[in-house]
């Protein structure tokens, strides 16, 4: 009898696939079950954002954040606008950080909504994209009360806020969040105890602290391996140093480990959010400085000199001095940070995204290491890619 | 108290050539035949993730690439940038032997600017397509931009309306 | 079509056992029971109020897809039932977002690999036109690649947005004089 061999099998998990959260195409090398290689391919949503902000103005450049990280998309606004504002060394007003804080930590509740219904959904629990999407519309309805879109807002101003709250913003919320324990506890009686749940996410994708470290990964990645890194403890953006938060830890760094760290973190978003509104000042929502931000409209009637400013802001842009900067904050999946150079014109000279998912998506061989093929879907949501992230 | 980016500038000694400071952030630039030694120094002394590892093309300005590596250490928090300045053509040491997590993002510099990287175990393109020419962020690559059909006029692209001012106090 | 009464409760349609046998009641039981129509209505009757998506989300506007197909907005009630994950299984494509340079070729495949008759709808400025984006990066409109039907604008198009569109496409196909390609 001639020699038996063996040969590994190659597939391609192409890009157009129900389970990968997007246009990620992985290569996979198995062994019957046994993944023996994971070869993630990415750059099928390259959009070219940081060169199409080089082209703009620095207001123009406020549409371009929502639309790389397209379910946080107040955290995006948020990062952006923090770096400018941080070039220009100025602090946008107490009442607009405490309402930007409020949006992005509703933000936050709306993306782990997501990313619950859509692990869920890849392992067949198909009802709870449904509980869960019906609760990010309620989310979505109040972002839409404030700055009239449900997705890619453009509400933020460099400086502060387009324009105030609507009345019945803070009770509209408050009768949301009252909501939201019951809710939550519906959803972990569902999973968190469900024997095929636990079968398939326990012990599954595990990434060690070191290796997590290694890879650069940040967020729930991090944290659910045992690290405690939260730019909103280490680095305090925005406010959040006002507020008295937990940021949860696991243990194990499976893939459990990290479900258990977002659905804590969607209770502590809403701790926060309850007592930011609970202290929210009054005042203006957008610095009153003139060569940052445009005069309100009732003063065009009366000065020729707001006249020219806003001919100016809006025709040339604002002129940060030259220098670079590094601004982050937290979004659902890791640290977002926004590093921005300028040589003192009107243009950004590079702005560097530096995103989440990208660095998170490196660690992907390494959880996947001699795993099964049933795996691979399970490791995928539990990173929480957005491939706009990825790719930008 | 010492600041952790004071302590790494005593313990790099000479090999930091300058530093660059603006709003209370610290960048260091590095000589670039000491830069793995300085990574591996910072990294030794506890800013264990390396957070971002980007590039700026400073065309027509010389040398023409900055190189930034943006570390952080996660007990005490900390940040601390280091620069490299690169020639066009020059290449950079590769950071992989440091940090596996600097993979991707050598290559995603060396995708869009061109800059390679000695050592790296697989430098080949990752955003772009495999077979793409050029390298799109440098300064030298247009947008290519198309554009509105009109008939009968072309209109100007948005990166022509939209004025460029010069660079006021640089 | 003439709309004559039904029959009485408890007759049967027809004792006849040959057209020479039937009755009055049988004539009349049959014109109520019997519409005429062409093949061309029924055919695009049946297709456009069961238009199966592929899934194909590319971007952001993927989100107000998938909220189009939640409960709030609730696609199925129009026929898609079912989001089919193989393209063969689908005869309508969505596409959903930006196409990049690198994705192009895998639009085009995965169009080619659904069977006739197929349809495609452009949802959201970045499948129509390029969006906000006109750069190196994209391919300035889906339509560059593949017959588009329908564009919905917006960025993203609100979910009420699809739906309308969607309504468009089912008024298209209901055209019986229209042959694509």
Redesign the interface.
């Known amino acids: 009898m001639s020699q038996l061999t063996k040969e590994t099998l190659v597939l391609n998990m192409g890009p157009q696939h129900p389970a990968t959260h997007g246009v990620l195409r992985l290569i996979l090398e198995l062994e019957g079950e046994v993944i023996l290689g994971v070869e993630p391919v990415i750059g099928y949503l390259h959009t070219g954002f940081e060169k199409e902000m080089e082209t703009r103005t620095y207001h123009q450049n406020i549409v371009f954040p929502p639309r790389i990280e397209y379910l946080a998309t107040f955290i995006e606004e948020q990062a952006y606008v923090l770096a400018v504002e941080k070039l220009l060394g100025i602090t946008a007003p107490k009442r607009a950080e405490v309402i930007r804080l409020i949006l992005a930590e509703l933000s936050r509740i709306a993306s782990h909504l997501v990313y619950l219904g859509t692990a869920a959904i890849d392992l067949n629990v198909t009802s709870l994209l449904m509980y869960c999407f019906r609760d990010r519309e309620e989310i979505l309805d109040i972002f839409e009360m404030v700055s009239g879109q449900r997705m890619m807002h453009g509400y933020f101003r460099i400086g502060g806020l387009q324009w105030d709250l609507p009345e019945g913003f803070a009770e509209r919320v408050q009768r949301f969040l009252e909501d939201v324990p019951r809710r939550l506890d519906e959803y972990e009686a569902l999973l968190t105890d469900n024997l095929i749940w636990r079968k398939r996410t326990e012990g599954v994708a595990v990434l060690s602290a070191e290796d997590a470290i290694r890879y650069g990964c940040t967020g729930p990645v991090l944290r659910g391996s045992g690290v405690s890194y939260d730019v909103r403890k280490a680095f305090p953006y925005g406010g959040y140093a006002d507020y008295s938060f937990d940021v949860p830890l696991g243990t194990n760094g499976d893939a459990f480990d990290r479900y258990r760290v977002r659905m804590e973190e969607m209770r502590q978003s809403r701790r926060i959010i309850l007592q930011a509104l609970q202290g929210l000042p009054g005042g203006p929502v957008l610095v009153d400085d003139r060569k940052v931000a445009l005069p309100p409209r009732r003063e065009l009637v009366r000065s020729m000199e707001a006249v020219i400013h806003q001919f100016k802001l809006v025709s040339e842009g604002i002129h940060p001095p030259a220098g670079e900067v590094y601004a982050a904050v937290e979004s659902p999946r890791g640290e977002k940070g926004y590093y921005i150079v300028s040589d003192g014109s009107n243009r950004p000279v590079r702005v560097r995204v530096r995103s989440a998912s990208f660095n998170n998506l490196q660690a992907l061989p390494v959880m996947l290491h001699r795993g099964t093929v049933g795996d691979v879907v399970v490791a995928i949501a539990s990173i929480d890619i957005v491939l706009g992230d990825v790719d930008r | 108290m010492t600041r952790p980016e004071d302590v790494l500038v005593q313990r790099l000694g000479e090999a930091v050539v300058g530093q660059?400071r603006?709003?209370d952030?610290v960048?260091l630039v590095v000589a670039r035949e000491r830069i793995l030694q300085a990574l591996e120094a910072a990294r030794d002394m506890g800013f264990?993730?390396?957070?971002?590892l980007?590039a700026?093309?400073?065309h027509p300005a010389q040398p023409r690439f900055d190189v930034?590596y943006?570390l952080?250490s996660?007990e005490p928090?900390a940040?601390v940038?280091l620069m490299v300045h690169l020639a066009a053509d020059q290449t950079a040491p590769s950071a992989t032997s440091l940090?596996?997590?600097?993979?991707?993002?050598e290559r995603?510099v060396f995708d869009?600017f061109g800059i390679r990287f000695d050592g790296h175990p697989d430098l080949r393109?990752?955003?772009?397509?495999d077979d793409?020419e050029g390298h799109?962020?440098r300064k030298d690559?247009?947008?290519?931009?198309?554009p509105v059909e009109f008939r009968g006029h072309t209109p100007k692209?948005?990166?022509q309306i939209?004025?460029?001012?010069?660079?006021?106090?640089? | 079509m003439a709309v004559t009464p039904p029959p009485e409760r408890g007759t049967l349609v027809s004792r006849a056992r040959s057209p020479a046998e039937a009755t009055e009641a049988d004539l009349r039981a049959l014109e109520s029971n019997i519409l005429t129509t062409t093949v061309d209505r029924v055919v695009s009757w049946a297709r456009r109020n069961s238009l199966w998506p592929a899934q194909f989300g590319l971007a952001c506007c993927a989100i107000e897809m998938i909220a189009t197909a939640q409960a709030r907005f609730d696609i199925a009630r129009f026929g898609s039932e079912a989001f089919r994950a193989s393209p063969r299984q689908a005869d309508l494509m969505i596409v959903s977002g930006r196409v990049s340079q690198k994705m192009a070729p895998v639009v085009k495949h995965i169009y080619e690999q659904m069977l006739d008759p197929k349809w495609v709808i452009a949802m959201g400025d970045c499948a129509s036109c390029g969006g906000v984006f006109n750069n190196y990066a994209l391919v300035q409109g889906v339509d560059k690649l593949i017959p588009v039907d329908v564009y919905v604008a917006g960025c993203p198009p609100r979910p009420e947005a699809l739906l309308y569109g969607f309504l468009k496409l089912q008024e298209l196909i209901a055209q019986p004089g229209r042959r694509r390609r």
Do not use: C, Q
């Open positions: 660059i603006f709003r952030e960048t264990r993730l390396l957070t971002d980007t700026v093309d400073r930034v943006l952080t996660v928090p940040w940038r940090w596996p997590g600097a993979n991707w993002l995603e869009l393109r990752i955003l772009m397509p793409w799109p962020l690559y247009p947008l290519v931009e198309e692209v948005p990166s939209i004025p460029t001012s010069k660079p006021r106090h640089a």
